[in-house]
């Protein structure tokens, strides 16, 4: 085993970790983010996904974010209980925007610094921007973005040959659809 597989293994014991903390909204997902995001964001580049390599660096800021976030949502309606805030409809329809104006301008910029996978690449991202971002704000719609994003990442991963990778967004989906399950008969509405 080399170090760049080594790398890989690690990014998915330790995101497999992240997701079963998201599932149970643990506020100890987020730290653990950082590591994650860390890992994956120097295996993407290794393999030339600039893209998916950039989004990594962005969920370790995010991390950041989504801790103080839902530090301040747990406060609302008790230890151990899972918050969620409603989706308003002004921030699904900008997230639709930038989805279909970021995907088209990330997939022309991913072309022109010769990334591997483009279209996947640049899809994914985008999904996966926006999905982050409503993590952070605890709406119980990003884990279907995250269905989303998590079957193009596993396509991605499987084109560049990151098997390992690939293992990691197979389970981030089936684990999405469990959330998503889960969020909805356990979560309790706070204000914003």
């Not at 010769?114 to 999905?131: C, F, N, T």
Request: charged share 10%; net charge negative.
């Amino acid at each position: 085993m080399d170090w760049i597989q080594a790398i890989e293994i690690f990014a998915t014991v330790t995101g497999i970790a992240y997701v079963v903390l998201e599932i149970l909204q643990k506020n100890a997902m987020w730290v653990l983010g950082i590591f994650t995001g860390i890992a994956c964001a120097v295996s993407f580049g290794l393999q030339h996904v600039w893209a998916s390599m950039g989004l990594n660096i962005y969920y370790v800021g995010m991390s950041v974010v989504g801790l103080i976030q839902w530090k301040k949502a747990s406060e609302q309606v008790g230890e151990g209980e899972l918050h969620l805030q409603e989706l308003p409809q002004r921030v699904a329809i900008w997230s639709s925007a930038l989805l279909v104006l970021g995907s088209v301008v990330l997939i022309q910029v991913l072309r022109l610094t010769g990334d591997a996978a483009p279209v996947l690449d640049g899809i994914a991202a985008v999904l996966s921007v926006i999905a982050t971002w409503w993590l952070a704000q605890s709406y119980l719609q990003q884990w279907l973005l995250w269905i989303v994003a998590d079957i193009l990442s596993t396509a991605l991963c499987i084109s560049t040959g990151q098997y390992w990778m690939a293992v990691l967004y197979a389970m981030y989906t089936a684990s999405a659809v469990y959330g998503y399950f889960h969020w909805k008969g356990n979560g309790k509405f706070v204000q914003a």
